[in-house]
């Protein structure tokens, strides 16, 4: 079907792909992306350079003892080799453990998925913006439809909706322009939802592994009417407790953290494309 303007309106052809990701060094300079690398890296080291820092911790301190022990010439005592890593697995047991360990990994997954995806050269690409602008000044309405149609972004899949509905005028491709933006927005916020969806629930994972932690140490005390537990049979459901809380917020606050940032790059995009989709496709208002 062809409009007014000379366009012909056909079925959009499948995008298997997508547009090609920007070369490796591309992706480390950028500004944004460097810095969300640097804040992921920061946050990484936050909560792993404790747990390295105590897992390396005693066996240093084991060999300097067992050195210690030897010059002095006697026998050297048996300690417990098992690190801070190991106690935390121990504690987590077979339950809390893997659920955590696969949040963990699915957490990486999404931030890594965000970085690369919610970016401004990604999402509204210059070069489509100067090849459409370039086609409209020289009234190849057709050629700039095409470009836009077959263009997999955010700013080609709005253009492409606006340039549809120009045969009924230009308040119909307004209004197409901001449905089809609407539903790049909510498809954008879909994503970084599982990001919050982590934030929240590990730190009810932790609160449950809290709860069945005392459980269990207030169980072992019924379980002995009149007798004083000793100590070590309370540790378990007491290292349960402390652990699965611990962990928990380790992976809820860099989750929460970055989701607030996401969302702020997804205002700052959404509000970029609206200005941009306004200026390229005003030349078509009756003034």
Known sequence: METETGIVIGRPKNVLFGRFLPPLFRLLFASRLLFASRLLFAACLLSA???????????????????????????????????????????????FGPVFLLLSFIL??????????????????????????????????QPAYELVKNDDSYLGRVLAAGMGKLQTGYPAAVTA?????????????????YVSLIGALAPMLGLLGTVTGMV????????????APKP???????????????????????????????????????AEATDETSRLM?????K
């Open 282 to 286: 005003s030349r078509f208002q009756k």
């Open 108 to 141: 990486v997954a999404l931030l890594v998925m965000c970085f690369l995806q919610i970016r401004t050269t990604v999402l509204l690409p210059p070069a489509l913006s100067e090849q459409f602008e370039t086609h409209l000044e020289a009234k190849e309405y």
């Open 216 to 227: 269990s140490s207030f169980k072992k005390i019924a379980d002995n009417p009149g007798v």
């Open 232 to 270: 070590d049979q309370l540790a378990g459901g007491i290292s349960t407790a402390l652990v699965t809380t611990l962990i928990g917020l380790w992976i809820a606050i860099p989750a929460i953290l970055f989701f607030q940032m996401f969302r702020n790059w997804l205002e700052e995009i959404n």
């Open 49 to 95: 350079g404790p747990l390295a820092t105590t897992c390396l911790t005693p066996a240093t301190a084991s060999a300097q003892d067992e050195g210690a022990l030897a010059d002095d010439g006697s026998e050297a005592a048996t300690t417990n080799d098992s690190s801070l890593l190991f106690y935390i697995a121990n504690a987590c047991g077979w339950v």
């Open 177 to 193: 322009m901001e449905e089809a933006q609407g539903e790049e927005q909510m498809k954008l916020e879909h994503k970084i939802s």
